[in-house]
């Protein structure tokens, strides 16, 4: 019986190598979506090949370096729908024939119109109004959507964390700006989970944001592993 005990036991070892080879074989490997969030710093470094080779591309506004360093592809675009910008696109007669507006997936626009209910007390009529405060999002939606293009408004939820993120525990008047890359990247983490890799991101801009703040954030994930900070040289 010990002999026979033996024998099967030099059997099972014999053979367990070719089941793991087997079970490999058969089993399909699971493997995380590569996610590009690509900013628009000025650079001259050819990331093309890198940010192609995603499984989605995520680009902001006038999309720097599209069709040359950083790239050709866009699957999602973010764009600022609040103030003088959003109103220059929808005065532009050839900005439904731009690249990334006429290939990208998904159209976001960042600011939800809820956020001005938000701040104490909300914004009067007259202030929604004013040419920097205006939020575009409706007729953002009207002139994409008879365009075919697929708009999603970003919650309301997200722009809160971004506020955080910049030291508001909720909107204010007069406050700095939450920067569209921050809330393109918290929409990034909670629909893709991370880790995200970020391209073109100077933190260097407008100064009506607060760009020390933004970057820490960004470090901060990096160190925890859910993006991944590609330098601009």
Known sequence: AGRTSAWNLARAASLLPRAIACNRKTRPVMTQPSISLVGNAPHERDRS???????????????????????????????????????????DPDFLARPAVAQADEILLPIHPQKD????????????KAPDARNWAPEAEAMLRANDRTVTRVGVDIFLRACG????????????APSTGLIA?????????????????????WDGHRWNRERAFFETMQDEGRARLHPLT
């Open 49 to 91: 090949a890198a940010i192609d080779a995603s499984d989605s591309v995520i680009r902001i506004n006038n999309c720097f370096g599209l069709g040359g360093v950083n790239g050709s592809r866009t699957t999602h675009l973010f764009l600022i729908n609040c103030g003088g910008q959003m109103r220059e696109w929808l005065d």
């Open 117 to 128: 209910d938000l701040i104490e007390p909300p914004l009067n009529e007259a202030e929604r």
């Open 185 to 205: 990247l918290l929409w990034a983490l909670e629909t893709f989970g991370g880790p995200i890799d970020v391209y073109g991101f100077g933190f260097d801009g």
């Open 165 to 176: 993120v910049i030291g508001y525990t909720r909107p204010q008047r007069d406050m700095s």
